[in-house]
Structure formats: structure tokens, C-alpha cells
């Protein structure tokens, strides 16, 4: 029998880990980019949990300019919650989105309502994500590992 901790609680349908390989310093936001592009393209509202305020404003700003000719409508979450694209760092992410962007250090306890979490891991920041894949592994998720080369 599965114990649950807080952050076991409602989880998500899918977990995704994306492994980038040779990927520069700011190739976990930039991916994270890509997925909020991918989602929003689709139809999703996606929540990117940053690590710190300095992410969060850094992915503000990537997503304007990341990619010539895009146009992903966002918002810190101290701005605005009614956007496709919401990015926030210390609060819980809300549930009510379809994906969960996680790039912080712990597992956010409220993932519930979410059908999708993807982490994306990198050299910087392994260590951390094989903690993230053992936590979900013992949870007794399915996870899915998505190696790609950046």
C-alpha cells in the first residue's frame, strides 16, 4: 500500500521527463518555451512552477522572444490568472490547467488538477530530477523519459 505525502495527492495522468543533452545554460527555459508553444498551439493552459522570481521574470521575457514570429499570450502570476500561459514560482500552482511545467528544486503539493506534469532535466539540475523520478516511481506513476538531443 502507497502512503501518499501531500504532493502524491490527485496527481496528474502523465508525468514527462524531458532529457536534454548538450543543452546550454538557459536550455531549461528555453524547452520549457517550446512546451508552452506546443500546448498552447493545442488549446492548453499551461502553469510553468519557476525555481525563483529571477525564472519566472526570464521566462516572461523568453516567451516574447524566444522564437521569431510567435506569439504565446502569458503572464507572471502576480499579474494576471486568466491567461493560457501563467508563470509563477513561490504560490502552489492552481489546479484548472492542463500542464504543469515543474522547474523548481521540490515537487509543488498541489498537482492535482493537472492532467500533465513535465520536467525537464539538464545537466544543472539531474541530481534533483533522478529525486523527482523516484518520488513519482515509488508513487506508483506511470513516467514517461523523453531523451533528446538540443
Not at 30 to 36: G, H, V, Y
Not at 102 to 110: F, G, H, K
Request: glycine share 6%; charged share 25%; net charge negative.
Amino acid at each position: 500500500m502507497l502512503v501518499k505525502r501531500p504532493w502524491e495527492r490527485a496527481m496528474p495522468e502523465q508525468i514527462d521527463f524531458y532529457v536534454l543533452s548538450n543543452a546550454p545554460s538557459n536550455g531549461k527555459q528555453e524547452f520549457a518555451c517550446r512546451l508552452c508553444e506546443k500546448a498552447f498551439l493545442n488549446h492548453h493552459h499551461v502553469v510553468i512552477h519557476a525555481a525563483s522570481h529571477e525564472e519566472a521574470v526570464v521566462l516572461d521575457e523568453l516567451l516574447w522572444t524566444f522564437k521569431p514570429g510567435s506569439f504565446i499570450p502569458h503572464a507572471l502570476r502576480q499579474v494576471a490568472q486568466d491567461e493560457p500561459i501563467v508563470i509563477g514560482h513561490r504560490e502552489q500552482p492552481a489546479g484548472g490547467s492542463d500542464v504543469l511545467i515543474q522547474l523548481a528544486d521540490d515537487i509543488p503539493e498541489s498537482t492535482g488538477g493537472f492532467t500533465r506534469v513535465a520536467e525537464i532535466v539538464t545537466d544543472s539540475n539531474r541530481d534533483v530530477s533522478r529525486q523527482h523520478y523516484r518520488q513519482y516511481e515509488q508513487a506508483g506513476y506511470q513516467i514517461n523519459t523523453h531523451k533528446l538531443q538540443f
